[in-house]
């Protein structure tokens, strides 16, 4: 069974407490974040995954950054911090500074080391929602652009893709789009979809959707300025799926991106609920990991016969060399 919480369920009774206490508030809203305003999704013994806030940091090594997920996780767990660490926390992924939603921390070493073995081999399953500028034509589309290091001057914190002047080193990269709806953002025409990463690349979806003219509302970096009117850039991590072999972990954040949380959002025509759309994703995640079961078998199963013919054939031969031998005697 995979292991599932929203942000909306029951929490268990020992954190209970911590809620009354005020800082178990996932709400979302368009405030600034605060060392205080930390959301979690959910907590084990090896994992506590967060709904990192569209406007701060994983961690940092500057000395004047006072709010990071690091810091925000020192408030609240100071007895989970691991001295060990450089940051007292294993961050199993990373999320952009302007991009909010599920971020898995492991609590321990073991624990680390499982999870990075599913984002190693790509077994992991990641969604995000966002509204992109203008109305997306084609409703499901794979975004297939290589994305490489920006060389060029003033450029080079960015990536760009293959065939662009200064791309160095492009390689690979997969994204699945799926249209949600259609509306309005402060009275410019958006589309909200779902993007699912099928490779792992520096800002793979933020130059994807430009590649394609969609560029995400609120991306200053990747509008080359020009998008700097909305409060937050409109990308959240919605799924993660990491699948653990004791037990799986799937969290589902909250959607930031309706009108009782940004009122200048305003949806005209529903193509696809993201449940459904969601659901989908994690029955192809589990189609795909059961034909990736069945073919490891099948490669056991050929691996072993032909260890099997090959001793056959072995003792076949050494036989007829005894029968050879015999008669020479």
């Known amino acids: 069974m995979d292991q599932q919480i929203t942000h909306k369920e029951c929490l268990p009774s020992a954190m209970i407490i911590l809620t009354l206490q005020g800082w178990w508030l996932c709400t979302m809203s368009t405030e600034p974040a605060s060392i205080e305003s930390l959301c979690v999704l959910h907590q084990s013994h090896d994992y506590i995954v967060v709904d990192k806030h569209w406007d701060i940091r994983i961690d940092s090594k500057m000395w004047y950054e006072k709010r990071t997920v690091q810091k925000q996780l020192q408030h609240h767990f100071p007895r989970l911090a691991d001295p060990s660490t450089y940051y007292g926390f294993r961050f199993c992924h990373q999320l952009d500074f302007s991009t909010s939603g599920a971020l898995c921390v492991a609590l321990n070493k073991a624990a680390a080391g499982r999870a990075y073995r599913c984002f190693k081999d790509r077994t992991v399953t990641k969604a995000y929602l966002a509204l992109l500028r203008r109305w997306v034509e084609n409703e499901t589309q794979t975004l297939d652009f290589s994305i490489g290091k920006n060389s060029t001057e003033g450029r080079t914190h960015t990536m760009c893709t293959e065939g662009t002047e200064g791309c160095e080193n492009p390689k690979s990269c997969l994204t699945e789009l799926t249209v949600l709806e259609y509306g309005l953002y402060d009275g410019e025409p958006v589309t909200k979809v779902l993007l699912q990463p099928l490779t792992g690349r520096t800002h793979q979806l933020r130059v994807h959707c430009s590649a394609i003219g969609h560029p995400i509302v609120g991306d200053f970096t990747y509008s080359l300025g020009a998008d700097d009117s909305p409060y937050r850039m409109m990308l959240h991590a919605y799924l993660l799926h990491i699948p653990l072999e004791a037990q799986p972990l799937l969290v589902k954040a909250g959607d ?59 003792r076949g031969v050494c036989q007829e060399w005894l029968s050879e031998w015999a008669g020479d005697e």
């Open 256 to 314: 930031p991106f309706v009108p009782t949380v940004d009122p200048k959002w305003v949806p005209q025509r529903s193509l696809r609920t993201l449940e459904a759309t969601v659901e989908a994703v994690l029955e192809r995640r589990k189609t795909k990991e059961n034909e990736r079961v069945r073919g490891e078998e099948r490669t056991k199963q050929r691996s072993h016969q032909k260890v099997e013919e090959e001793t056959e054939e072995q």
